[in-house]
């Protein structure tokens, strides 16, 4: 297979089938989503099987157990990505919407109008249900998507995109708007990453390798995070069991998510009481705690923290843990050794609230919340293609207004500068 | 000189004045905004004398009649910086806007807060008035700026940053705010571009070489536009003195400037009244004509255009003229030629009109309106740090808002993820 010539047709069929769903109306696009949540529910069959030789594979190549867990498709599962999509059809959708249209004082009115991004391509590892959502996003923002899904779930990924072919035909929309990269050559993702001409945004997910070397070799711009250090600092004047239940949830309802908290932070005027109570919960939770002294003084059990494991996104079982004098150090702390992902703080004081909602520099800030909660399903987007930690563009969980731009429409009537 | 550590040092300096640009009140950034105008009016002798002799070291090295003029300061120029930064220092102060804060299903009420990107770049040529109007751009947004101009202007550059100097000072600001690189060393433009760690953004200004290079070398994340080659399309339906006002403003006005009309586009149906009138007008404003075969049948002495022309900005009194059968060649000409910068239609009909806004992807689309109008300050944005042709962030003129981000933020009382 020649897959520079192979990804370069990809790229043409997106930029020609971009331009038809750019033009595309609401209910054209709503009945794509919908039909392909109607296939995926209709098709259940097609897509475990298509699965299990994806999970076989899997096991005979010696995946670990997340992997594979992550791989697995379920009733629910599949139920789940059904309701993302209808979610997105009931979404407004934002093509076309008109803002800020004012008159100048020259006599013209300014305004600005929201469009596609144009193609969209998705470099996503294991988790097929990644191939619903984005395409659900990329069809209701009027873009086309370009998904190239990691090769242990080929399988799973293609019954899904026939799901979606289906949908696009049901609305007689271009099967190109979606298209599933049919090779697991690495060297597709080369040339993906290469295509200016063609791709307008790449958004990569998955881990810190694949985001490194796409990030380093990108043409393209990208949409990304790269680690999620996360934060929840604990101040003095708190409710102790507000404090703890949101601590203990940021860190435990799930380990190996980017908005998981990685870093505890305890004022010491709450520390042992509040250390105290969350460490019984985290032992029994089988989470390991690496404190810093102060910690260690409060549970003596913790492993001691190394200036290594400040800046690390453990994503898995294990707890850093600082005693902090106040809100100052703990702004420092976030500062130096965060990762601009999803900072919390528990506080019954509203001055401060205010100073670290205005000073910490993360793409989410929070006030008496769990980290967990940064999700574009929880903020209200409906979905997420995914998490940027960028500065320029999109910011956090990126949904459909992250997948469009704006460009500034002026009407007037015969006016000319003067 | 080592450039390195120079650059290295300059960075360092940004980063840290950005931490104190993000914390300070709008009063205080705009009276720094407003005391660097002040200085710029009291100075304007030390501002003459270092320019003269910049302008006598270009006579020297044989510079154009066109860079003499964008290089020279005159009282009214200096004038016209002076009301730019009182008008910046007019406007609302976009940072920690909070908007859409909404309460969600969950109970969390989540918000967007605009927030600075951090330290801006400009790297620019000729014109020492982007000194003044970038550094009121950014320390409105709470940025901190790197300028670097060109070489030819370097003493004029230099007397305006001694006057936003003391501005900064004046309002007991960081005068590393706005750091004016001092050397005319190309090195030092390569070490910015590769500053990922202490640039957050850069803004390249000036010709296709400058863009070119840096668009090619930069590994910090640009705003810009390569080139303009604007269009204006007379429908069949439009009232022919409005139109040929609108188009004869639109390349007449200014040659050289990135929002000049470089194609008319004209319907058919109209070819004839219309071109007789703009032709006589074109010939007596000396601007060349380069038609297509249909234009030298109306127009005998235009030069025949050749495919080169359509996709070419002259920035010069050169126009190509294409009669085309109606919309829709007009649109698929811009699409094929078109640069995405600016483009207009004009037309007394309300559907065209729709499509035309609709379907043609440039960063303005305009309505019976000069393509010359395309400006930050005439889009009510009190300035621009310049135009955006890139889909991502920023697209149109980039002011305040396009200096600055949006973090979400979010509320809770005791929230945690189910």
């Known amino acids: 297979m020649d897959i520079k010539a192979y990804i370069k047709e990809v790229g043409q069929r997106a930029r020609g089938a971009a331009l038809a769903m750019a033009r595309a109306e609401t209910k054209v696009k709503d009945k794509a989503v919908l039909a392909i949540a109607a296939s995926l529910e209709h098709h259940v069959g097609d897509l475990f099987d298509a699965n299990r030789r994806d999970l076989e594979a899997g096991n005979r190549r010696g995946l670990d157990a997340a992997m594979v867990e992550r791989l697995e498709l379920t009733q629910r599962s599949i139920s789940a990505m059904a309701d993302g999509l209808r979610q997105v059809a009931r979404l407004p959708d934002p093509v076309g919407q008109i803002s800020d249209l004012n008159y100048q004082p020259s006599g013209i009115q300014v305004g600005r109008m929201r469009v596609p991004l144009g193609v969209i391509c998705i470099i996503y590892e294991s988790r097929p249900n990644v ?179 400040w800046p690390t996104e453990y994503l898995a079982p294990i707890l850093s843990v600082r005693v902090v004098k106040g809100l100052d150090e703990a702004i420092n702390h976030i500062r130096q050794y965060g990762s ?62 992250g997948l469009t731009s704006q460009k500034f429409i002026v009407i007037g009537d015969g006016h000319v500068r003067e």
Chains 1, 2 share one sequence.
């Open 340 to 401: 601009q992902h999803t900072d919390s703080i528990v506080t019954e004081d509203i001055s401060r609230a205010r100073r670290f909602l205005t000073e910490v520099d993360s793409s989410s800030v929070m006030v008496n919340a769990s980290t967990r909660l940064a999700d574009g399903y929880e903020y209200g987007l409906g979905a997420e293609v995914g998490i940027s930690t960028d500065k320029l563009h999109a910011r956090g969980p990126v949904g459909l207004e």
């Open 131 to 309: 191939t619903a959502d984005a395409a659900g996003l990329c069809l209701k923002s009027g873009n086309a998507a370009i998904l190239r899904g990691g090769s242990e779930a080929i399988h799973s990924n293609q019954a899904i995109a026939a799901c979606i072919h289906r949908g696009l035909k049901e609305a007689g929309l271009p099967v190109d708007a979606v298209q599933l990269i049919g090779t697991t050559d690495r060297a597709a993702v080369g040339e993906l990453l290469r295509m200016k001409d063609c791709i307008d945004v790449i958004v990569p997910r998955g881990g810190k390798g694949l985001i490194e070397r796409i990030t380093r070799e990108a043409k393209v711009p990208t949409i990304k995070h790269l680690h999620g250090v996360c934060h929840v600092y604990i101040d003095d004047k708190t409710i102790i069991d507000k404090a703890v239940a949101i601590a203990f949830n940021a860190k435990a309802q799930r380990f190996g998510t980017c908005n998981t908290m990685e870093t505890l932070l305890v004022a010491e005027a709450v520390a042992k009481p509040v250390l105290q109570k969350l460490g019984a919960m985290f032992r029994e939770a089988g989470v390991e705690i690496r404190g810093c002294d102060a910690t260690r003084a409060i549970l003596p059990d913790a492993v001691p923290a190394t200036e290594e494991d």
